[in-house]
């Protein structure tokens, strides 16, 4: 009796076994669809209730071949290694794909540790003709150097390139995805379109000929997964693109960039740098070089992702850290997250608009829509950028406006007090008329005063100056500075025969703000009337124009 009791028992478990067995193979298997048939390159999709699981299906027969891929492209002999990517391709053909390269980072950095739920990213990777070994590399590095767990899946955005299977090739690599576009876009509309493609949370940028390096990618997610407002950018090391050595790039830099929106890399300054006792510490940036980093998907999406009247290359950089920072974010670089980049001295491939005139319409949209009045100074440093086309910016005004966000001038107090507005470089005079000078009384007045102090030491208070380049207009502002801030005269009223003044901030275009010489004299656009003294020394007011007048006759006196 027990022991047919003991085998029932036995009997029972092992179906059961059997049975959980049957039943979760049924549940995991694929049901195939049309669609996924049509998605090939080993991708299938199996639908369990509501979701969707991408299930990546590697059979020995779609195996990715590294060296059919390779020499799918080679240079011919007697090809020039250079012509077709601006980098000696020969070496980089000859590297392999899985070289390994020098820990560049501090010390200090490999003993930092991190969140174990780290959220995983999707890799966005744009290209347009890159070379098959660079590119294959770039994938192969974050494969090697990342954990597995933090990278859900890599977006390659094939941005029309010659040949197709550059990039769809690459799909029979585990979690590697390829989008192409149907025409060339440029690196920016192709990113938007890698981000829309993305099902992680978190979104990592490359270019396309990089090679990351140990630990990269965990410094980074951290920093966006404690505050998901942080852009964050890696230290980027240089692959020499003669002889592809990997090279440590210095960790005291940061992002900048002069009034013609150039990017430049500069020193952090010197008290930031007297502060850092801790070399792993995150640095500021005031913009970032534009390739290379993180970002949570949601904000990237609240922020308005990226201009897409922008084409090609350029300027979507500047407008991207202009809109984080003063829409309530940050920039930083990362020195214990360090990628190489292959620099290039040429673009290695056209533009189909040209390169310059791509790189104006770009760099104008941003400083149309993000720079303020301080735009002037862009134009200054860039003449040929003005009467040039860029299309309507209405969009990322209105953007500018329901994100709410801080102004250019509050950008450059709070995040890059270091760039120089080049007002303060002009020689400022004072206005002088016989032994008298020209003064503000308050900010409504004007009237003729002993010319006082000198140089740095004149009275803030009091100070009368006069310049020829004032609000970047030449000769067209009265410009005076009181306590530290720059104003400039504007005519704002006038009774039968005088008008009066009032002192504005500057820099400000309005028309009643203009003056021009007429002889020694000084007239106002607007009105068409002069500066005038009177003679009973009342207040300084405008009259009729009699530039022979002694009353109305100016001369800058230089302060020294
Ligand atoms: O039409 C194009 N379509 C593309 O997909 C043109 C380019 N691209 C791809 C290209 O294949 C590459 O992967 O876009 C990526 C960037 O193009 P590069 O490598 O020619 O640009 P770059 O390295 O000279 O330029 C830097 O500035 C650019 C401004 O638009 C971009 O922001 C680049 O991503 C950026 N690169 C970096 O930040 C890496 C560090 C270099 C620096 C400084
Ligand atoms: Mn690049």
């Known amino acids: ?9 036995a009997i029972l478990t092992v179906a059961w076994i059997l049975g959980t067995f049957y039943y979760l193979w049924q549940d995991n298997k694929p049901h195939a669809s049309p669609s996924a048939a049509k998605a090939g390159a080993g991708r299938v999709e199996i639908h369990r209730e509501d979701r969707t699981i991408p299930l990546i299906v590697s059979s020995p027969r779609r195996r990715f071949d590294e060296k059919a891929y390779l020499s799918g492209k080679q240079l011919k002999p007697g090809d020039d290694p250079y ?3 601006a980098f000696n391709l020969q070496e980089s053909d000859r590297l392999g794909s899985e070289r390994a390269i020098r820990d560049t980072r501090h010390y200090r950095c490999a003993s930092i540790s991190f969140d174990h739920d780290l959220p995983p990213t999707s890799i ?4 347009h003709n890159e070379a098959r070994s660079t590119l294959l590399r770039t994938i192969k590095s974050v494969l090697m150097r990342s954990p597995p767990s933090l990278i859900q899946e890599i977006i390659l955005v094939d941005d029309f390139s010659s040949d197709p299977e550059d990039c769809q090739l690459l799909t029979q690599i585990p979690k590697v995805r390829c989008l192409r576009n149907g025409r060339r876009e440029g690196l920016i509309r192709s990113r938007v379109r890698g981000a829309n493609a993305a099902s992680a949370s978190i979104l990592t940028f490359l270019d396309s000929h990089c090679e990351v390096n140990a630990d990269w990618l965990q410094p980074m997610i951290q920093r966006v997964k404690e505050d998901h407002t942080r852009v964050v950018s890696p230290i980027i090391d240089v692959i020499s693109l003669d002889n592809f050595a990997y090279l440590a790039a210095s960790a005291d830099l940061r992002g900048g960039f002069d009034w013609s929106l150039h990017f430049k890399w500069e020193q952090i300054p010197i008290e930031q740098k007297m502060a850092r006792n801790d070399p792993t510490q995150p640095i500021r940036t005031p913009v970032i070089a534009g390739g290379i980093f993180v970002m949570d998907k949601n904000w990237f999406n609240h922020l308005g992702q990226y201009d897409t009247h922008m084409d090609i290359w350029g300027g979507e950089n500047f407008e991207l850290s202009f809109r984080v920072w003063m829409c309530g974010g940050s920039l930083e670089i990362l020195p214990c997250s360090r ?3 292959v620099f290039r001295k ?3 491939y056209d533009f189909p608009e040209g390169n310059a005139l791509t790189y104006i319409k770009n760099t104008r949209r941003a400083a149309e829509v993000w720079m303020d009045e301080y735009k002037q100074y862009y134009y200054a440093a860039r003449p040929s950028a003005q009467g040039k086309a860029f299309g309507s910016i209405a969009d990322r005004l209105a953007l500018r406006r329901k994100l709410n966000c801080n102004s250019f001038r509050w950008y450059l107090e709070n995040v890059y007090p270091e760039l120089r507005i080049p007002e303060q470089e002009t020689v400022y005079t004072l206005l002088r008329q016989g032994g008298l000078c020209l003064e503000t009384h308050g900010t409504e007045s004007l009237a003729l005063a002993e010319c006082k102090g000198s140089g740095l030491n004149r009275p803030q208070s009091q100070v009368r100056v006069f310049t020829p380049l004032c609000c970047g207009q030449k000769a067209h502002y009265i410009h005076i500075t009181l306590q530290a801030r720059h104003f400039s005269i504007l005519v704002s009223g ?3 025969c005088c008008m009066w003044f009032m002192c504005f901030p500057c820099p400000l275009t309005m028309a ?4 021009k010489p007429k002889g020694p004299a000084l007239q106002h656009i607007v009105s068409g009337l002069c500066l005038d ?3 009973s020394s009342g207040p300084v007011v405008v009259m009729q124009c009699h530039p022979q007048l002694a009353s109305q006759s100016w001369e800058p006196q230089p302060i020294t």
């Open 339 to 341: 990628v190489g980049h």
């Open 1 to 9: 009796m027990r022991r047919i009791r003991a085998n029932a028992i």
């Open 533 to 535: 003294s009177q003679p």
């Open 494 to 496: 006038f009774s039968s």
């Open 83 to 85: 012509r077709d990517h």
């Open 346 to 348: 040429r673009h290695p």
């Open 124 to 127: 966005i990777i744009t290209f």
């Open 512 to 515: 009643v703000q203009k003056w």
